[in-house]
């Protein structure tokens, strides 16, 4: 994003999550990676409810600090597309752009739900190792 709160076309490359993030954050123990997954799941959707709902609202820091919480739980899976459009939505809120605020928070769904995806995907993965 640049310093006037313009959205980046550039998008993180690689999948939805990264799951040797994951490996990194509790070792390679798939019990530790299905309750950190356990966790991540529901707090995230948590996390973008309350982006959606404060870009509703119109309160920018609100906007922040959520797009804050939920870019530091999405480091803890490897979700870097995911990351990035949080780390857009902080800079988009500090700048006060709500045009741009608007559009981002209007990702956030689809883009969790990606993650959301790839962790079950890679659970199912583990369960079978």
């Known amino acids: 994003m640049s310093k006037h709160g313009e959205s980046s076309s550039s998008r993180p490359v ?4 990264d799951p040797e993030v994951m490996r990194a954050v509790v070792g390679n123990d798939a019990e530790m990676i299905r309750e950190l ?16 709902e404060a870009a509703a609202g119109g ?15 999405c480091a803890l899976v490897g979700a870097r597309h995911l990351i ?3 780390m857009e939505l902080e800079g988009a809120a500090k700048a006060g ?10 990702r956030l769904d689809g ?10 995907t890679f659970l199912a993965e583990i369960a079978e190792e």
């Open 14 to 17: 690689g999948g939805p999550i």
């Open 97 to 106: 752009n709500w045009p741009l605020i608007r559009e981002l928070a209007g």
């Open 84 to 86: 990035a459009l949080c």
């Open 37 to 52: 997954a356990a966790e991540f799941l529901p707090g995230s959707r948590a996390g973008v409810g309350e982006v959606v």
């Open 59 to 73: 309160v920018a820091e609100t906007v922040r600090a959520a797009s804050h919480r939920l870019k530091g739980a």
């Open 111 to 120: 883009r969790l739900g990606d993650v959301e995806a790839a962790i079950r």
